[in-house]
């Protein structure tokens, strides 16, 4: 395989970052003018805001408004380099990264890749359920949930109609949580306008969740009032309940229930992808790669590895942090400083985890928040829920357009995007 072309080396020392995620931008972000040259490696050439990829499946936001564009966010930087490539595997002796597009040498090699979807070995699920990893994954969402609706007016077998409207959620964390409550606005405030030929007593959504509980990293309140919102919205919630099978058409539970329904939407779990040429790596639940507490790979030289993909235990985390957009910003900060410092050849500060809190929002103007102790809920809630989604997305623009949509949506009780777009069957 040949090398790269047109990145040609500086006198400085090469970090080579893969993954454009939180973590991987906030590294590149803090190492900007530091005296390093920075080769930025992500499979795709724009950052996405993971948090809101529920809207875009939801015909809240497009998804222009939660992508930014790499080129236009480095334009102009001295000795860094982009390249819209595919890591597929690393040689750690001779410190080479294989990509689809040739071979990278670096001098220290930052693993950002965050996660990817876990079905947890069910081929099944992994064949008719729709993840939401990605933003044409929450496009598709948007599609087939658009287009159950346009077949389900041409059915004329009432059961079989049911099966088409019919939308289960599976995981009750934060994502399934944000899907279910805003399908439930869909079916309040939009459906029956859009489609007033169907009956929408007829549509059921649910929400499964393998455990005793929604929510269940957040608080014992938080859990109870988001089940409580979920139930007054009309969303059937099924806790202690694990998926076993889904064909298609009917989704088996190890209660012993059946759903019938064409939609299953998958917010159930994650997993770290194996990396090949990373054998000797140790690998942690969930696929993670163990890092210390300079979230350097242990047993290789100069890999180290931050957010989703690392496993670092701390004192108050014996498991490794929460899998979140926080600990990946947080590792990416102190990594930059740790490298600034090792090349002044002072020893490297440990990382801790400073826990800034968790919150989801249920509909259109319901959230729940934790502030370390601290818990409210509601309206208030949902505008800091707002707040702190709007200061974390990249790029002015974006804000704008998230603000103008949010609004709007909150005033016409109107998801306005609803657009299936795809190829056309029909030239
Ligand atoms: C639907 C959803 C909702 C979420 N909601 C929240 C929330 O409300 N709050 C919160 O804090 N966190 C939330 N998270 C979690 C949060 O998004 C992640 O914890 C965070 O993105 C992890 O950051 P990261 O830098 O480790 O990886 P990521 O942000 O996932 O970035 C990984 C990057 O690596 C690139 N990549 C992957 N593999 C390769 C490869 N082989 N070659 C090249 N590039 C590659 C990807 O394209 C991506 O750009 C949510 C996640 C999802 C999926």
Do not use: C
Not at 149 to 158: H, I, M, Q, S, V
Not at 375 to 390: K, Q
């Amino acid at each position: 395989m040949n090398p790269i072309p047109n990145l040609p080396r500086s006198e400085n020392k090469r970090i080579v970052v893969a993954g454009a995620g939180f973590g991987g931008l906030r590294l590149v972000r803090s190492l900007e003018n530091k005296g390093f040259q920075v080769v930025l490696i992500d499979r795709n050439n724009y950052h996405q805001f993971q948090p809101l990829y529920y809207q875009v499946a939801t015909s809240g936001l497009e998804p222009s408004s939660i992508a930014f564009p790499l080129r236009k966010l480095f334009q102009g930087k001295s000795d860094f380099h982009f390249r819209m490539a595919n890591l597929e595997r690393i040689d750690a002796e001779k410190r080479i990264l294989y990509t689809d597009l040739g071979i990278l040498d670096y001098d220290i090699l930052v693993l950002a890749m965050g996660a990817s979807t876990n079905f947890f070995g069910k081929k099944d699920l992994e064949e008719n359920s729709l993840p939401m990893k990605s933003i044409p994954e929450a496009i598709r969402m948007r599609n087939i949930l658009l287009e159950n609706y346009e077949k389900a007016l041409n059915l004329t077998d009432p059961d079989q109609q049911e099966q088409v409207m019919n939308i289960v959620v599976v995981g009750g964390g934060p994502t399934g949580v944000e899907l279910a409550g805003s399908i439930a606005d869909m079916k309040s405030f939009v459906f029956p306008a859009d489609y007033p030929e169907l009956d929408f007593d007829r549509m059921n959504i649910f929400l499964i969740e393998a455990t005793a509980k929604v929510l269940a990293p957040m608080s014992e309140a938080s859990s109870r009032e988001a089940a409580g919102y979920l139930k007054r919205m009309g969303v059937t919630v099924r806790t202690e309940a694990a998926v076993e099978s889904y064909d298609g058409v009917s989704i088996r539970l190890s209660t012993g229930e059946e759903i019938r329904s064409s939609t299953v939407l998958w917010a159930a779990g994650i997993q770290v992808p194996f990396l090949p040429g990373l054998e000797k790596a140790l690998r942690g639940r969930g696929g993670r790669l163990v890092v210390g507490r300079t979230s350097r790979l242990e047993g290789l030289e100069n890999i180290y590895v931050i957010g989703d993909q690392a496993l670092m235990a701390e004192e108050a985390f014996p498991n490794g942090h929460p899998q979140v957009a926080q600990p990946a910003i947080q590792q990416a900060r102190l990594l930059a400083k740790n490298l600034i410092r090792q090349r002044k050849k002072l020893d490297p500060l440990p990382f801790y985890y400073k826990d800034k809190g968790s919150m989801a929002t249920i509909g259109r103007n319901k959230a729940v928040v934790d502030l370390g102790k601290v818990h409210f809920r509601g309206f208030f809630a949902w505008i800091v829920w707002i707040l702190v989604h709007l200061v974390a997305i990249v790029g002015t623009k974006n804000r704008f357009f998230i603000l103008i949509n949010w609004a709007w949506n909150y005033m016409t009780y109107d998801q306005s995007l609803r657009l299936i777009i795809r190829p056309n069957k029909h030239p």
